[in-house]
């Protein structure tokens, strides 16, 4: 790989050319998302260890709502769908696209946060909090943290789409939107893996 | 794809920057000389001796710790510290030397060297760079604020819930522990990001994986282990977080909450940290060896995949540290054979040291001497490192001093051994003069003297069952004499370290001007003038090989003797430095992390509002910090690109690439 940047490098590039070929940044995503996946490994494998463990209710067969979370799942998984129409946009030099694509993302995503601050007052309603139990405690734990990923993803997104909206997100910064697309379609990824882990399988 | 490589200097690029500039909200700092420089740096090597400086600084913090607990150990019952104090003095011992110590002082090392080695002018993000330092250091100074805060942390450097959780350690001592290591976790993550980023993208054209140097190997096998074992650490701290601040359950027994679920998560962080602490030091003995023996590095691709072996097998032997747990026979067998396993990969790299130096012309200078020690220490604790791979065996040593000894043998015989010989080796190129010798000699001696005499008793007291972590003992155990030797060997520790810092004054003051290659190196580094420019490589060097620096000096004759080459012609001239761009120093790194220590200390106490206030902090430092580009235009064409990623902690191009500019 690196032979071929031999002649890049000593002529008029600006330096722009690396060894991998790939941006700084987006390799930079890259590798911290390689960190995150640790990071919600152990958290994944937290309610895992205790599944089925609490000593007293409400256990989940007794609060989830499966239904629902299937709703505000398929709203985020959707959410990827847009992220992708932006980045496409935007490489196509359409940014009135890109303007509405990146707020359709981020409302979809806003969508999924709303739908899991009422699932979670909900579910403190009816007597589940950090404090019950050890399904409690992982259960909040575990998707709340992923609750903060989505909203900085959000936050992210309404970042670009201003940026936009005053004329700084030109065709050439495209990346820009396809580096913030690899951190919002990860959260994804993630939230199927808890989906799945935590509402879909069941446990006693 | 191709969108992205195409180079982005356009004349709105400077448009755009200098709008951002007047717009900003801090002028940008223009220091290049004082405090402020050194606050709003961005410069690889300031970076480097920053690190340095602070963490030997807490090197001799951690050391004063080692000398109170040796004083209180030097007799039975002693009387220097309560068992309170005790456990706050060995806890901090351990933090501080694990984290603010040996961690730190390899990451001096990586800033300093690595873009030097591998041809670069700085790291991919020098901002970046900048934060995971200031991040480091808030986090170093909130963990020993709690000595003046009502207590230090006392748990064990290993914190064991639910040993630490609120019911039986009330107290913020362990709070002070959680956010501190938090923060230092964020640094570790950030800067194993931005070296890994480095290491692949920006080598010098020439400069293959496979011809950089093994100090640079080991530079980016240990940051994906930072990459991937911080993360689970953060996790274990926010769990043990939730359940003290928040009531939650995991580590609550009565609750149903696992004790067993905290030993995994700390040992699954806990034994790849042991390879991120020991590979730099394997990394720097790997480049002086060859350099004192006047021989290439025996079997180079050999010690770099055992470097690679070590950090993918590291990740499968965590169990051993918890063979009396009670895991059962087919767990403990299978972490044994791993743990047995690990010896060969290290065990090929000792031999490839030993066969370095084997009919090599040696020159026993300072650098020399500490990385000898290095390979012998090192073995020493290797081989009472694989005693504990034997279950059975490991059952006898388990919490004696016995594994004191070995992981001392280990951290101390080994990377601080290593980083010591660093320190003599690439001083005259940091700073521009040599060390002493004469001094460094002596130094060397009583270090490797007071080394053996404090920590080879502890193997004789861990065999005849002295357990750790006890803050005294009484008389008739048969523990008095060796513990009364190690107390000694601790000062004769204290003394070389005074010699060093006296050894730093004095020569100093003498200035022994050694030149811009004083040992005949062999990497790039030594290429460069001393001091090293800001921008590091007028001209960015074309890599041939492995060791190119070396056949720049030297070839060999038809009897396979060196003969050394006419020097060659600098191409340097030429180049007018003013026109080599360079990232630009800024505010924000500093600021941006200055909120972190906010959130922490209002964590611990309590104020939540002021949490608030110091997420904002981050946030907005974090806002202008995109907006601000990586480095300011100048009135040439070069625009730097702006560094308005979105995302601000992925900020845009701030690559050194984006600045890798010449005009020759």
């Not at chain 1, 998302?33 to 640790?38: A, D, H, N, P, R």
Request: with cysteine; charged share 10%; aromatic share 14%.
């Amino acid at each position: 790989m690196s032979t071929t940047t031999v002649d890049e490098h000593g002529g008029d590039d600006h330096g722009h050319v690396t060894n991998t070929g790939l941006s700084n940044e987006k390799l930079a995503m890259w590798t911290f998302l390689g960190s995150e996946c640790l990071l919600f490994g152990a958290l994944i494998s937290t309610y895992l260890l205790y599944r089925g463990k609490s000593v007293s209710g409400p256990t989940p067969k007794d609060i989830y709502d499966i239904p629902y979370t299937s709703v505000s799942s398929f709203v985020l998984l959707m959410s990827s769908l847009t992220m992708v129409l932006a980045l496409a946009a935007i490489q196509r030099g359409d940014h009135r696209r890109l303007r509405v694509w990146l707020l359709a993302t981020a409302l979809l995503g806003a969508t999924f946060i709303s739908g899991q601050v009422y699932e979670f007052t909900s579910f403190i309603r009816e007597g589940l909090t950090i404090k019950t139990n050890v399904f409690g405690s992982s259960f909040f734990v575990l998707t709340g943290f992923h609750g903060v990923h989505v909203t900085l993803g959000i936050v992210m997104l309404l970042s670009l789409w201003s940026m936009s909206m005053r004329g700084k997100l030109p065709e050439e910064k495209a990346e820009v939107v396809e580096i913030a697309g690899l951190y919002w379609h990860f959260v994804d990824v993630v939230w199927i893996v808890i989906f799945t882990v935590v509402y879909l399988i069941p446990s006693n | 794809m191709a969108t992205v490589l195409e180079p982005t200097t356009t004349t709105e690029d400077i448009v755009d920057a200098e709008v951002v500039e007047e717009s900003g909200l801090l002028r940008r700092p223009k220091a290049t000389t004082g405090v402020w420089s050194w606050l709003t740096t961005v410069d690889h090597k300031k970076i480097g001796i920053l690190y340095g400086i602070t963490s030997f600084t807490f090197f001799l913090v951690g050391g004063s710790e080692a000398l109170l607990i040796r004083l209180q150990l030097a007799r039975p019952n002693g009387t220097v510290l309560s068992a309170d104090a005790y456990n706050q003095v060995f806890t901090m011992h351990g933090t501080t030397m694990v984290f603010l110590v040996v961690m730190p002082l390899s990451a001096a090392f990586f800033n300093y060297l690595t873009p030097l080695m591998i041809g670069a002018r700085d790291v991919a993000f020098p901002r970046l760079n900048a934060f995971s330092y200031w991040t480091f250091l808030f986090g170093a100074l909130l963990i020993n604020s709690s000595f003046l805060l009502g207590g230090a942390p006392n748990g064990g450097w290993f914190g064991y819930a639910p040993n630490t959780s609120i019911t039986f350690s009330p107290g913020h001592n362990i709070d002070f522990w959680i956010f501190g290591l938090q923060i230092l976790g964020i640094a570790s993550t950030v800067s194993a990001v931005n070296f890994i980023v480095t290491i692949l993208n920006l080598r010098a054209p020439g400069m293959t994986l496979f011809r950089m140097p093994v100090f640079v190997w080991m530079t980016l096998v240990s940051s994906f282990l930072m990459l991937f074992a911080m993360p689970v650490i953060t996790i274990a701290l926010f769990l043990l977080m939730f359940d003290r601040l928040f009531g939650a359950n995991f580590f609550n027994t009565a609750a149903g909450g696992n004790p067993l679920l905290w030993q995994h998560l700390f040992w699954l962080f806990g034994h790849p940290e042991v390879y991120i602490l020991i590979l730099p030091a394997m990394g720097i003995v790997s480049e002086i060896l060859p350099v004192f023996s006047r021989k290439p590095l025996f079997g180079y691709p050999v010690v770099v995949f055992s470097g690679i072996a070590i950090g993918f097998m590291g990740w499968g032997v965590w169990v051993h540290h918890m063979f009396a747990v009670g895991l059962g026979p087919v767990a403990v067998s299978a972490f044994s054979v791993t743990t047995m396993l690990i010896a060969v990969p290290t065990g090929v790299k000792i031999f490839n040291w030993i066969a370095t130096m084997w009919r090599g012309s040696l020159r026993l200078s300072t650098p020399m001497l500490f990385a000898i020690g290095f390979v012998a220490m090192f073995t020493i604790g290797g081989l009472s490192g694989v005693t504990h791979a034997v279950s059975p065996h490991d059952r006898q040593q388990t919490d004696t001093y016995y594994i004191v000894a070995h992981f001392h043998y280990v951290l101390f015989g080994g990377s601080l051994f290593g980083i010591m010989a660093g320190i003599y080796y690439w001083w005259p190129k940091i700073f521009g003069y040599a060390l002493s010798e004469r001094l460094g000699k002596l130094q060397f001696w009583l270090w490797f003297i007071g080394f053996n005499v404090t920590f080879g008793p502890f193997h004789l007291l861990g065999l005849a069952g002295m357990p750790r972590r006890i803050y005294t003992y009484p008389k008739h155990m048969g523990w008095d004499f060796w513990n009364l030797v190690a107390s000694i060997g601790a000062f004769v520790i204290a003394f070389s370290v005074l010699i060093f810092l006296y050894n730093v004054m004095h020569s100093r003051k003498v200035r022994n001007v050694v030149g811009d290659d004083p040992w005949d190196g062999r990497t790039l580094e030594w290429t460069l003038p001393t001091p090293v420019p800001a921008y590091n490589f007028a001209v960015v060097p074309t890599v041939h090989g492995v060791d190119d620096f070396w056949h720049q000096k030297y070839t060999e004759d038809e009897q396979g003797r060196l003969v050394k080459l006419p020097p060659q012609e600098a191409q340097a001239d030429d180049v007018d430095p003013a026109s080599i761009h360079l990232p630009s120093p800024s505010y924000y790194p500093l600021i941006a992390s200055f909120g972190l220590p906010i959130m922490a200390y209002a964590m611990i106490y309590g104020a939540y509002l002021v949490a608030v206030f110091g997420g904002i902090v981050i946030i907005g430092a974090l806002y202008a910090w995109a907006l601000e580009p990586s480095a300011e235009p100048h009135d040439d064409h070069e625009g730097g690109g702006g560094g308005d990623g979105a995302d601000p902690g992925d900020t845009g191009s701030e690559g050194a690439a984006a600045v890798e500019e010449v005009d020759a």
